[in-house]
């Protein structure tokens, strides 16, 4: 146990800052002389204790958990996520389930077999949604970071404010000193106050990828690869839920899912550079969100702060600037293009590999296609976490792009489309198949936008990243 006062004594009790603060006001002081000359230097050795509780009522209730090191506290989101997906229910996966999914997989792998050479990508996987949580809430932190600072840098903003409104205040209507330096004092707050923002933005991304977990069916139905080694990755909780009401068998419908999910995970495994090019794109525009400071400053001037609840929905409509900046605008369209790109791959080889076997292929068909359009779970997710209003509205010329690639060149020139980035469709390529083609026969260079421009910034950037890190995501695929 940490001897410090400011340490939590537990996960369940957050520190009663006021009294805390209360009592270094109060006398004991004394028994630590480092930090009475640092209160004295701040002109607070006889500060009154009521001023101290009303700034430790402000954080005290966002305080919970350990100290982070990141910009967000990831175990209370992890925590917030594991508890809200319980709350509704969220039964264990049995070993008869993991066997039925492993079946299923295993047949779904061997329908793939057929119709790409994109080899299998790893093992299957029944999970809970609390096991999808923990599996994907590392790649969730590298998504929303960028965000989580510009938080955190407001919220300190805002509060830096509060700080220099009250030393304009009568200082002896609030029992303090003369001359007390309210800087000073934020800036032995601070650390308290990046724990605050820590919990706040901890929370949202809980409750955010709780929700995400409750609709998801497989693993990277979102388009992302937030599975780590290739698993292929089932909820049958979620699939049974998304059943109901098709009228299909359910069999059926859990074997049309995992090979969408197989087929996603084999791209993202055989093709090196597509991956990092979307986790790029989504940290582009997070990157460069404007955050909304004095929408932040006003819910913390005008929202009771001692109710973290109240506080956090106030903020959670208050982040985001209402207007993407030119460089968000074109990692977006980006974003998009790739997007359609995989899904509209995955459309069409999903298609190829269940027509011969599954007779209400077209009724799941149009169930994805009409999940997708009414703002599936990744618009839903983005939205929250990032501000970004995602819809892919190009997945379904993309889909059309490669039936055209395989009519024209077969299953092997449909999968080559990936063996480099400068070889894939450009947005201006992609609702018109035969420009696309014309290019690969005549060996052409490619017509260029500022999507492909963006293209390129981003792959430069993922490239340096991983080869920083020892792997390269531009090697060769092992189809080519």
């Known amino acids: 146990m940490s001897n410090s006062p400011l340490e939590p004594s537990g996960p369940e009790e957050p520190p009663d800052l006021s009294e805390i603060l209360r009592s270094l006001m109060n006398g004991d002081i004394g ?64 070993a008869g389930t993991q066997r039925d999914v492993e079946q299923v997989v295993q047949v779904a792998n061997l329908w793939l077999d057929q119709v790409t050479d994109f080899p299998v990508s790893g093992p299957a996987s029944a999970a809970s949604r609390a096991e999808w949580v923990e599996t994907t809430m590392p790649a969730w932190r590298g998504l929303v970071e960028p965000v989580a600072q510009g938080v955190s840098g407001a919220i300190r903003s805002a509060m830096q404010e509060q700080f220099r409104a009250l030393g304009s205040q009568d200082l002896s209507e609030l029992g303090l000193p003369p001359g007390l330096d309210a800087s000073m004092v934020m800036g032995q707050m601070e650390p308290i106050v990046g724990r605050m923002s820590a919990a706040m933005f901890g929370m949202q991304v809980g409750q955010a990828v709780g929700a995400l977990a409750g609709d998801l069916v497989t693993g990277t139905e979102v388009g992302l690869p937030l599975i780590p080694d290739g698993t292929v990755m089932i909820l049958p909780a979620n699939v049974s839920a998304f059943a109901e009401g098709l009228h299909v068998d359910a069999g059926e419908v859990h074997l049309y899912l995992a090979v969408r999910e197989a087929a996603r995970m084999r791209l993202f495994q055989s093709v090196g550079w597509v991956g990092p090019a979307l986790i790029a794109a989504v940290q582009k525009y997070a990157g460069d969100i404007r955050i909304d400071t004095e929408a932040i400053e006003r819910a913390v001037r005008e929202t009771d702060t001692t109710d973290p609840a109240q506080l956090q929905g106030v903020l959670q409509n208050s982040l985001f600037a209402p207007e993407p900046s030119e460089a968000q605008q074109a990692a977006l369209a980006h974003l998009e293009l790739l997007l359609a790109l995989v899904e509209g791959w995955v459309d069409e080889v999903s298609e190829r590999a269940v027509e011969p076997h599954l007779p209400n292929l077209a009724a799941l068909s149009e169930a994805v296609r009409r999940r ?81 421009d963006a293209l390129e910034a981003l792959l430069a950037q993922g490239t340096a990243e991983w080869e920083a890190e020892g792997d390269d995501p531009q090697a060769p695929d092992s189809s080519s």
């Open 31 to 94: 028994a630590n002389p480092e930090m009475a000359d640092a209160l004295k230097q701040m002109g607070l050795e006889n500060v009154d204790p009521a001023m101290m509780q009303m700034v430790g009522a402000q954080i005290q209730a966002m305080m919970s958990g350990s100290a982070d090191d990141g910009s967000f506290n990831v175990e209370l989101a992890t925590d917030v996520a594991r508890k809200q997906v319980s709350s509704v229910g969220d039964a264990s996966v049995t």
């Open 372 to 452: 997708r359009a009414s703002g599936g779970p990744a618009e839903r997710v983005f939205a929250s976490l990032v501000g970004l209003e995602l819809r892919p509205r190009l997945m379904r010329e993309a889909a059309a792009l490669f039936t055209a690639v395989e009519q024209a060149e077969g299953a092997a020139g449909r999968d080559e489309t990936w063996k480099h980035p400068d070889f894939a469709p450009t947005a201006a390529e992609l609702p018109d198949p035969a420009r696309y083609l014309a290019r690969r026969a005549g060996g052409t260079e490619p017509s260029r936008d500022a999507v492909d």
